[in-house]
Each structure stands twice: as C-alpha cells, then as structure tokens.
C-alpha cells in the first residue's frame, strides 16, 4: 500500500472519532478492503461480460437458432437482466443487506456460467453438429433448451443481485462524514468504472477470439473459471468489509408518505408552523436526520397532526399509513426531486445506444485493415477505441486534474457532480456531430472513389464517446449513490441500470420512427442498410439536436435541484458556480 493511501486511512480513523456515536463501533478499512471489492468486480466483470457478449453467435452456430429466434431470445435476456437490479435492490435494502446479496448473486453467476459451459463441453446438452453444406441442421430438444434456459436463469439471477449492490458495498467501506472518506469514495467511482473498461476490452477481444477461433467450450470455460476467481476474492475479503446492515423496507415507507397525503389531502398547509408536524426523535443508525424543507411541501401534509391522529406512548404513530415523521416525508422529497435529472440523463443515453449500434456498420462499410498491414480489425472490436480512452483518462483525472482543481475551486472533487455529469452531455453532442461529419465525408469517399475510407477516421469519434461517459457515467453513479437516501443505495444503482433500459426502449423506438418516416413515399430513407444508400449523418444530426436540448433541460434541472440535506432557506446546489 502506498504512503499516500496509508496517511487516508490514519486520517479517516482519526476523523471518524468525531463522528456520531452509531458510527464509532464502525472502523472504515477504506482502501485496505479495496483489492477484495475492485477484485471481485473485475473478475465478475471479465465472467459476465465474457460470457454474455458473444452469445448471439453461440445460440446461432451451436444451437443452430435461425437470427430472429436467437435475437429474440438474447433481447428477453439482456431486458430481464436490466430489470432484475430493481427487484435485487429492494431485496438488499430491505431484507438481505448488500454483504449477503453480492453473496448469494455471485454464487448463482458461477453456476450459471458452469452450466452454459457445461452446454458446449457435453455433446448431449447441444444440437449435433450440422452435416455437409449444412442441409441438415437440428435445433435444440426441449430438454436441451431447457438446460440453457435455466443457465440463462441463473445468470439472470446473479446480475439482479450484483449489478445494483457492488458499487454502493465498495463505498460503504469509507466513512462518508470524513473529508478522507468522501476523496475515497470519489476516487473508487473512478477506479471502479476503470475496471470496468478493462473488462469490455478483455471481453471483445481475447475471449470472443477464443469462442469464434479455437473453442466454445474453451471459451466459456475461461469466463466461469475468472467468475469462481470472484467469489473466492469476495469471501477472502469478509473480515475487512463494512457491513450495513438493512431497517426494513424504504418503499414501504415510501407508501405510508403518499397514502397519507392523500388521506389529508384536504389539510391546509398556509403558514402552518413545524411544530405541529409529527418530529419525533431520529433513533436510525443508518439514515441520516434530514432537515425539513420546503420543496413537495404538499408531501407535509402526511406529517400534519390532526385530530383523528393518535401517537402511542413510544412516540410512534398508532397508524403510520395516517401519520408519518417529518424524516419519512424527506426521504419522499428526496426521491421525488431526484427524477428529473435522472429523465434529463435518460436522454443522455441514446446518442451512446445509438453510436454504438451504428459504429458496427460503419466499420463493415469501410477500410478496417490495421495500417497497411493485413490484419483487419473486427468491426464488433471497434468499442475497444471506447473503452481505451476511459481507461487511460480516468487514473489522469483522478490523479492529476481533480488534485489541480482542488485548489482552484476549493470542492472536494474537483467539481461538482452534477458539473461533471453536464460536461459528459456536452462532450456527447460534440462526438455526435463528430460522427456525423466523419459519416458524411465516408459517404462522399464511398461514392466517388475506388477505395474505401480507413476505418480509423472513425476512432476520434469513439474516443470523444469514451471521455464522455468517464465524465457523465461515473458522475451519474456518485449522484446517485450520495443523494439517495442511505437506505436506499441499492435502488441507486438499479436507477441506473433502469435509465439505460428505458434508453434502449427510446432508441429502438426512434429509430422505427425515423425509418418510417424517411423512407415514405419513395424518398431516400437515412437509415438504409447500405449506407451508402441511406444518410446516417443526418440522423446523426438529428440526435445531436435532440441531445442539445436535453442539456439545456438537465441545466434547468441541475440548478433547480437542492441537495439532500439543505434545510429552509439553505441555499440549493448551484450547478454553474460549484457550491454545496
């Protein structure tokens, strides 16, 4: 361990004495408990992400599923898989803890991955092979398909568990009410996202070469082998980790908030006094005692004593669906005035679903040889430009930049996150209108000379892409993980994920508008399959109009918002001048 990351961790333990007195038993091992968590995400990144990328290629040439069935059966996959962190962070927020879920999902990653090898290695659990000129080709049995299915279950089951809890258990690990532990929370979002670069590179590369080239069963074994490599690094690091342990159900009380308001919704709230709102003693070890505030005040009406409310002699509510604290409204308040940046960063997304779905196809229409030499670059490889540029970024930006504009603007990383988050938007437009000035002189070289252009006119592109998403992502997940409440982390992260399938939903549906329309009544329709046909660089303008204005959104957002925490009359997070 470095010098550097030892005098954090003094200093954390130090710090952390003057925090409350529920924290005191709690000792932060911040960046010593740091080589299990990053470990096990890598490991459990390069297993997932190896097995999963190239399924559509296994399903098609193993299975011998005609395109559509495979497609079809790969997007129920990947949608479930998107939708099941909601449901595994209710699961940790409320019953499990996020120590216990990460277990349990990573147990069921691994034998999910053991058994989708297991349908490559055994011949009996995958069709025969096809027979010469492929004129005879069986599909699956249902038995068959069965196996796959439920390695597909499995699989399905662990990312539900993982995906929302790894990050927020990575953070748990420092003491947040410490200037040493929030610099160590931010510095791990960066190095977690790094990771994750890595893994996407390894996975496009060196693993799908191994499934396509050598052999599947190879291939898928490799994964399963470096997912067994998680679970092992994730339970070594047991005695280190912090563990926050979960207060029953945040939706619940969520709930009993907006059944109550309802119930009083004839309460006049005209300069009614705090006093007369139901403010018992804060006895939470895990959720921080917010201030009461003036934004959704109509939520207070869940908090007005009236008198058909009856308070036991404990101090709580005879019925909590009828009267509920001031800190269960606030969590309300919180939640509710996260959504609109989180719709603002919805948008986000598409221009990022976009190009990387239409990168592919520029890449096929172009010149993809390496230099002069004659190795070509796959055109599903080209990502890797992506994931490189995050990857070489971020350790100079959490190194070197963030340490720099701490002494410009005195803020603890640097900027605030929501300024991050705004210059990823801003980054996205302009690679946006990069790509469709790089299409556009693509297009021209395609129709009127011999020879293609170079595929790598389409690297700067991908780069911009890349220094986008280490900006906007990695802030997206720190904004999340620091404003929702802390019974709440888990959803955090599952916000994420749902923001990215809700994304992908618009995208596909854009698209179908988008072909409909230019192609009607004969016209030139831009979204052709040649490319050449069809013009993708105004498409691509079209998003990057659609993107600007949705930062001009995510700015009205961004300085209407306050931060948790800010009572009345507190001054709410400016996003232009940085302030707390």
């Known amino acids: 361990m470095s010098e550097g990351l030892a005098k954090t961790l003094e200093l954390e333990k130090v710090e952390g004495g003057e925090s409350d007195h529920a924290q005191e038993s709690v000792e932060y091992q911040g960046w010593k408990s740091m080589p299990f968590v990053i470990g096990n995400e890598t490991f459990e990144k390069l297993g997932t992400l190896g097995t999963m990328a190239n399924q559509l290629v296994y399903l098609t040439t193993v299975f011998h599923m005609d ?3 495979a497609a079809t059966m790969m997007n129920i996959v990947f949608g479930t898989t998107n939708m099941t962190p909601v449901l595994g962070a209710f699961i940790s927020d409320t019953f499990l803890g996020r120590y216990t879920t990460i277990a349990f999902a990573s147990v069921a990653s691994l034998l999910g991955m053991v058994l989708l090898t297991l349908t490559a290695a055994i011949p009996k659990l995958h069709p025969s092979p096809c027979k010469e000129n492929h004129q005879e080709c069986h599909g699956p049995t249902s038995s068959q398909l069965s196996v796959l299915i439920f390695a597909f279950f499995l699989l399905t089951i662990g990312a539900g568990g993982i995906r929302p809890c790894n990050l927020p258990f990575g953070a748990d690990q420092f003491n947040q009410k410490t200037e040493s532990g929030r610099r160590g929370i931010a510095s791990f979002f960066n190095w977690y996202y790094c990771t994750f670069t890595v893994a996407v590179m390894i996975s496009a590369t060196l693993i799908i070469y191994v499934q396509s080239n050598i052999s599947w069963t190879l291939g898928l074994a490799i994964p399963a082998t470096l997912m067994f490599f998680s679970c092992i690094t994730f339970f070594v690091g047991t005695r280190l980790y912090v563990r926050v342990q979960p207060e ?7 709930a ?37 505030t003036d934004q959704f005040k109509f939520f207070d009406k869940a908090a007005v004593i ?17 009267l509920c604290t001031v800190q269960q409204v606030e969590v309300v308040k919180c939640f509710f005035r996260l959504i609109p940046v989180w719709s603002s960063c919805i948008m986000y997304y598409i221009p990022l679903t976009m190009h990387g779905t239409y990168v592919v196809y520029q890449a096929l229409q172009t010149d993809h040889r390496l230099g002069k030499s004659s190795f070509k670059i796959p055109a599903g490889s080209f990502v890797v430009f992506n994931m490189l540029t995050l990857t070489i970024w971020i350790p100079i930006y959490d190194r070197l930049i963030v340490p720099q504009l701490r002494k410009i603007t005195g803020h603890e990383g640097g900027i605030t996150i929501l300024q991050r988050i705004g ?7 302009l690679a946006t209108t990069v790509s469709a000035s790089i299409e556009k ?19 700067p592109q991908l780069m911009l892409f890349g220094l986008s998403e280490a900006f906007s992502i990695i802030g997206q997940n720190e904004f999340y993980y620091q404003q929702f409440p802390e019974n709440m982390r888990s959803v955090a992260s599952a916000v994420l994920l749902l923001g990215f399938a809700i994304s992908s939903y618009a995208s596909s549906a854009l698209v179908t508008i988008v072909h409909k329309v230019t192609g009607r009544n004969g016209s030139r329709n831009w979204l052709a399959k040649d490319l050449n046909e ?14 600007t204005l949705n930062f001009v959104y995510f700015i009205i957002c961004a300085k209407w918002y306050r931060s948790r925490g800010k009572a009345n009359g507190a001054e709410p997070k400016v996003f232009l001048e940085g302030k707390e």
């Open 67 to 69: 395109s559509v069935t």
């Open 248 to 254: 029953g159900s945040p939706f619940t009380s969520l």
């Open 256 to 292: 009993q908030v907006i059944a109550a308001t309802i119930k009083k919704r004839q309460v006049n709230l005209l300069e009614l006094p705090d006093k007369e709102l139901f403010d018992p003693p804060h006895h939470s070890n895990l959720v921080t005692k917010l201030p009461h």
């Open 306 to 322: 009236t008198s058909k409310d009856e308070i036991k002699s404990s101090g709580e509510a005879t019925d909590p669906w009828r």
């Open 423 to 429: 210059v990823g938007i801003v980054i996205s437009i």
């Open 441 to 459: 002189h693509r297009r021209d070289i395609a129709l009127h000379k011999p020879t293609p252009m170079s595929s790598l006119w389409l690297v």
């Open 534 to 547: 069809g013009r993708l660089d105004l498409f691509y303008m079209m998003i990057a109009g659609v993107a």
